[in-house]
């Protein structure tokens, strides 16, 4: 016997199926939370945790929200990163026998939301799909809010993967556990929070229906999988239509510029690395779109630049002609500005849930398109002409909503009121019944105030007791006893009917609820058959994205005075009087200072920057990136002249992050995106290191950065960027030869430094520390010690390098080998070679002899050489006296003289 009732019974049951997500079941008006969910769901969402019985003889914990503001409350719990699964009554009340019927018909994740305003219309809301293993995986990346499929395949390790993966920042992820386990070991720290669904179902047999034929045929196996297990997951979480999702968009990731996560944010290209903020990023900068469509492809634009000179030429070739024509781009901007988020829209068609107000927003949209086409097709642009050749303007579909739909519809699809005079003559009869019945209840009011005399007497209704005439207390006893029935009793008022009224009201009502029921069917087939044209709307739909993400690039261009970058298929990159794009926008002055950069096969591949903090060196060198990846998704550039190769990649290593959860210190972190760099690098990438070998002692960052630097410039021959304080590297630029030496300008004059942010040939000496800490304001005591520890490290090298000098100048030296002569004393000590390699014997040391010192157990002839051998070995030399170390080499010397 159960020890629950029947309805906490049915809870349980399908509570069951989801287990990972709260359940909100309906219960009348409210949604309710039961258990550990109730528990849970009253701490994030801050409401009140009550109980209720359910058979047991405790209290069952419960919390709820009314069914009216449930999307807020869901929307709280996904930003949360939680899941919801929405359980609704699936019969009538009235008509059931036993518990309601209710069944599962949403599960809400992050990457499934479909609310636009909760999302933000300017970025998608990606999900993706990730299958298989050992070095060849497949990627399918959906925005469920759009329906957008984007698929690819990666061969390589699963880094490779993750590269391809961060471009679409998705909010949730699906594979099979084991491939989750691995990506859990690899999540950086730069890694953002995502939910990780394990996901093992795929219903290939989903495909056919839900795509052409011969779209599926040209699937890869791999990724045919990939697209089948991310529609089943959709399929069984959403339990209705994805007609929206209707055309699969295959790539290749060689098709498009890759940045690894790292790069991405160092560039700062859609957020700031401070606080994560669009503003001061170059999204932000670029960013003049007047659509949310436009906004959200100009984002993917700048997260994926191209890598075919062709297909960026096109997009120049369109913002150089709005460039020079203010007047089209104002008309454009102009038309747009009255076109909604078509792609949102038609989601919503698809799905069901597009109200009154969505198709109005639609026709609207719509009736812009002539225009716009137009302006396209006059604008003297090949690429806009062809954009806009044989497009599909949606004509019918706007005529069908501007037919059907009034001009000023309710937020509600279920109250009347939507439906156009004349779209259909039965439901026009039903209104005129309606209007006619509340003409005859106008009448009947002054009929009755005529014959009682009472001047406040009025006709009201609610759902509860239907239409009354209603008298205030002090006008009853003018009531007609004979003729009103008391129907309710109010403080102030009584309410009264009359079978006149009586009579007429079950005739309205019969009207409203027949003409509300019918305006409702009528919408729903308005709806169904616009969700038919989807293809063609979602197709018109990235045309106006296109037009309005060329305008913003075009309208910043002119802004900013940029210049159109020559392209070419040849190595060498040269920018004339270059500037930072996004530190040129927020000067206040509006002064930038500029500088040249150029980087060829035959002269520099690699430039070695020195200089002091703060004197531009990390601004100068995101400069170069970020005017490539400008140049590559199709934008002009902020130079005068930009001649461009197309990059395949870029690299950056700028600032210090460690990874504390990881165990990584900052230098191990940098090591490995060093590694990253020489592993993954090619002569058409660019690779930016900003203050290379720092995080660990001068002598071994020395070496380190020395090491990489000549492997860059002899392995890989890449376009290379090194920042760098120290100065001792300057000598490379003698035994590089495609390497050169620049540095920052700095002016003093009479104890102050002026930084001038200007690029020249040449190293510098100095660094300027401690100048720094003064302009950052620490105290001048602390100042004032710095510059005297510093002239007494600077005074004591130099003594040094005097003793150095003096010990490498000719000694008298007794040799324990051999007759006592003069030999030179090593002026730095002999580096320990590695094992296996000849050890060059010190002079006045016989080689043999040498060598013996390395490995002397491979020279003992006799037993007892070795145990001569091990006798030197064992000996503390460091702490004998003078004296026990003559001891110990007469001993040694009588052992030799006494062999046979």
Same mark, same amino acid.
């Given at each position: ?51 209720? %019985? ?51 018909? *949403? ?95 795929? #219903? ?26 991310? =529609? ?34 160092? @560039? ?28 959200? =492809? ?60 969505? @198709? ?6 719509? +009736? ?17 002409? $062809? ?17 059907? /739909? ?12 939507? /439906? ?21 209840? &106008? +009448? ?24 009354? @005439? ?29 079978? +006149? ?30 969700? &038919? ?10 045309? =106006? ?11 910043? !261009? ?13 190595? #060498? ?20 200072? !500029? ?9 520099? *591949? ?20 970020? /005017?490539? /990846? ?130 020249? $040939? ?92 390395? %490995? ?29 170390? =003559? ?14």
């Amino acid at each position: 016997m159960s020890k629950y009732t029947p309805m906490m019974e049915q809870y349980l049951s399908i509570k069951a199926e989801v287990p990972d997500a709260f359940l909100f079941f309906r219960l009348g008006d409210f949604y309710e939370l039961f258990f550990e969910d109730a528990v849970k769901a009253a701490q994030e969402l801050e409401i009140t945790l009550t109980g209720r %019985e359910g058979g047991m003889e405790q209290r069952i914990p419960m919390c709820g929200v009314p069914h009216h503001s449930v999307d807020t409350y869901i929307s709280r719990l996904i930003d949360k990163g939680y899941k919801v699964a929405v359980c609704e009554q699936v019969e009538d009340p009235a008509a059931a026998k036993g518990v309601v019927r209710r069944e599962i018909v *949403r599960i809400v994740t992050p990457g499934t939301v479909m609310d636009g305003k909760t999302l933000g219309d300017s970025r998608n809301n990606f999900i993706a799909c990730l299958y298989g293993d050992s070095g060849d995986f497949a990627m399918a990346t959906c925005d469920l809010t759009t329906g957008e499929l984007y698929v690819t395949s990666v061969e390589g390790p699963l880094e490779a993967l993750l590269d391809e993966l961060h471009v679409y920042n998705p909010a949730e992820l699906i594979a099979r556990e084991a491939l989750l386990d691995e990506l859990r070991s690899k999540t950086g720290p730069l890694a953002p929070r995502r939910v990780l669904t394990a996901w093992e179902r795929v #219903d290939e047999g989903l495909l056919e229906p839900q795509f052409p034929p011969e779209t599926v045929a040209g699937l890869q196996p791999l990724v045919k999988i990939g697209v089948a297990m991310l =529609l089943t997951y959709l399929s069984e979480t959403q339990k209705r239509s994805l007609g929206h999702i209707t055309q699969i968009r295959t790539y290749a990731p060689q098709q498009y510029m890759t940045m690894d996560p790292f790069t991405r944010r160092n @560039l700062e290209l859609v957020e700031t690395v401070r606080d994560r903020s669009k503003k001061g990023s170059l999204l932000w900068l670029l960013d003049k779109s007047v659509t949310s469509l436009g906004a959200r =492809l100009l984002r993917r634009w700048i997260d994926k630049p191209l890598t075919s000179k062709a297909a960026i030429e096109e997009r120049l070739e369109a913002v150089e002609q709005l460039y020079h024509h203010l007047m089209l781009r104002d008309e454009l901007r102009t038309e747009l500005k009255e076109v909604y988020d078509l792609e949102r829209l038609t989601a919503r068609i698809a799905y069901g849930n597009a109200n009154a107000r969505d @198709l109005l927003a639609l026709r609207l949209s719509l +009736e812009r398109v002539p225009q716009l086409c137009r302006l396209c097709a006059e604008s003297g642009s090949s690429t806009l002409q $062809r954009l806009v050749d044989n497009a599909d303007d949606c004509a019918d579909a706007a005529e069908w909503i501007r037919h059907a /739909i009034v001009d000023e519809p309710p937020v509600s699809v279920r109250e009347g009121g939507m /439906i156009r005079q004349g779209y259909h003559e039965r439901l026009d009869q039903l209104k005129e019944a309606s209007q006619n019945g509340k003409q005859w209840l &106008a +009448e009947l009011e002054r009929r009755e105030r005529e014959a009682t005399g009472i001047k406040t007497l009025k006709i009201g209704f609610n759902k509860v007791f239907g239409y009354f @005439l209603e008298v205030s207390k002090g006008q009853v006893s003018a009531v007609p006893k004979e003729r009103y029935e008391r129907k309710q009793t109010l403080a102030n008022a009584e309410r009264y009917i009359t079978p +006149e009224l009586k009579e007429k009201e079950a005739l309205i009502l019969e009207a409203e609820d027949s003409m509300v029921g019918l305006e409702y069917e009528l919408f729903n087939q308005l709806r169904d058959q616009l969700a &038919a044209q989807i293809p063609r709307l979602q197709r018109l739909a990235g045309i =106006l994205a296109a037009m309005d993400a060329l305008q913003s690039m075009a309208t910043v !261009s002119a802004a900013g005075r940029y210049v159109r970058p020559q392209l070419h298929d040849e190595y #060498d990159l040269h920018i004339v009087e270059g500037r930072h794009p996004v530190v040129e926008a927020v000067l206040a002055d509006g002064q930038f200072v !500029s500088n040249d950069s150029s980087l060829s096969r035959s002269e520099a *591949r690699m430039l070695l920057i020195t200089g002091p903090n703060m004197a531009g060196k990390s601004t100068y060198m995101r400069q170069v990136a970020m /005017i490539c /990846i400008m140049a590559q998704i199709g934008c002009f550039v902020p130079a005068k002249e930009a001649r461009m190769p197309i990059l395949d990649r870029i690299f950056t290593r700028i600032g210090a992050a460690d990874d504390l959860i990881g165990g990584q210190s900052t230098f191990m972190v940098e090591m490995m995106d060093i590694q990253g760099m020489t592993a993954k690098a090619t002569p058409d990438s660019l690779v930016i290191i900003d203050e290379l070998g720092r995080g660990t002692s001068t002598g071994e960052g020395m070496a380190i950065a020395q090491a990489v630097i000549e492997y860059l410039h002899h392995r890989i021959g890449c376009k290379t960027l090194v920042s760098t304080h120290f100065h001792e590297l300057a000598h490379l630029e003698e035994s590089l030869p495609y390497l050169r030496n620049h540095c920052m300008a700095v002016k003093e004059s009479g104890g102050q430094v002026t930084f001038l942010r200007k690029l020249i $040939r040449g190293a510098a000496d100095t660094s300027y520390g401690i100048y720094c800490a003064e302009i950052a304001g620490l105290p001048d005591s602390i100042i004032q010690r710095a510059y005297d520890l510093l002239h007494a490290f600077e005074d004591r090298s130099r003594e040094r390098q005097t003793e150095i000098s003096g010990e490498a100048q000719t000694v008298l030296q007794l040799s324990m080998f051999g007759d006592d002569k003069p030999v030179a004393a090593p002026a730095k000590p002999v580096k320990p070679a590695a094992k296996g390699h000849p050890v060059p014997a010190p002079a006045g040391m016989a080689p043999k002899a040498a060598v013996a010192l390395e %490995e002397p157990a491979a020279y003992a002839s006799s037993a007892a050489d070795k145990q001569l051998i091990e006798r030197i070995q064992e000996a503390d030399l460091i702490n004998m006296t003078p004296l026990q170390a =003559l001891n110990f080499v007469y001993e040694l010397k009588q052992s030799l003289t006494s062999k046979p």
